[in-house]
């Protein structure tokens, strides 16, 4: 019988040419796979907060604080804005409004703090008058009675 397959013989022979063959295209595939993993990176364009912006008791990027508790009163730096029957938010947005044209525009850093029981169609309010403002600078923050969350 001819050929490399065995036989009477009891030889096995060992094919390394196609052992071969495929070490290479898997060597290709990951040389290709890596090549397109490793793009170019992006930059997030974050500034780092230092004193480069003021001096350090300028207070003209303060944060804007609007609050909202329990029963829907409203807030802006400890000063109350609107009631818990007023809807339309209207001394609230024009409040928000004058705050940020006066720290400079979009610029103007706006925490929401609602208390976790309030109704959340008073948050939705709350962020309908920071659009209103055209806040660019929004973050939440956990207003709770200081007990920790979840209790």
Request: aromatic share 4%.
């Amino acid at each position: 019988m001819a050929g490399g397959g065995g036989g009477e013989e009891g030889e096995f022979g060992l094919q390394i040419a196609p052992m071969l063959d495929v070490m290479f295209v898997l060597l290709l595939f990951f040389m290709v796979a890596a090549g397109a993993a490793a793009s170019k990176e992006g930059e997030l364009g974050i500034k780092i907060p230092g004193e480069s912006k003021g001096a350090i008791g300028d207070t003209s990027m303060m944060p804007i604080v609007v609050t909202i508790d329990v029963p829907g009163n409203i807030a802006i730096n400890n000063s109350v804005a609107a009631d818990p029957t007023d809807d339309t938010l209207e001394m609230v947005r024009e409040r928000l409004k004058g705050m940020v044209e006066g720290m400079g525009g979009n610029d103007a850093p706006v925490i929401v703090a609602p208390d976790p029981k309030a109704l959340h169609n008073r948050v939705i309010q709350v962020l309908d008058a920071c659009s209103y403002a055209k806040v660019q600078k929004l973050t939440f923050r956990y207003a709770g009675s200081g007990k920790g969350a979840g209790k």
